[in-house]
């Protein structure tokens, strides 16, 4: 966090945001921050992902439902609330 405060603070008019990728309902506060602060988004580079580097024989559900939703379902749901914000 304290990194995205720097920044912040070297570039100026930025909105820095500390969210899980996986979390739907934080991903649409995000989209309404943005619509708030700058009225819409005209571009997006997502970048979290996450990996479980276990072998496959000792995966178990919950370990592939989270990389499921933040790898997957967290590309959606990071983009989808911003594009319609525009």
Excluded: C, T, Y
């Excluded at 990194?3 to 989209?31: F, M, P, T, W, Y």
């Excluded at 979290?48 to 559900?61: T, V, Y």
């Amino acid at each position: 966090m304290a990194s995205l405060g720097a920044a912040r603070k070297e570039l100026g008019n930025v909105l820095a945001i500390h969210a899980d990728a996986g979390d739907i309902a934080a991903q649409k506060k995000i989209a309404a921050e943005i619509q708030d602060n700058f009225g819409g988004l005209d571009a997006i580079f997502i970048n979290a992902g996450i990996g479980d580097f276990r072998p496959l024989a000792e995966w178990d559900e919950a370990g592939f439902d989270r990389s499921a939703a933040v790898n997957l379902r967290g590309r959606f749901s990071d983009s989808s609330p911003v594009a319609v914000s525009r």
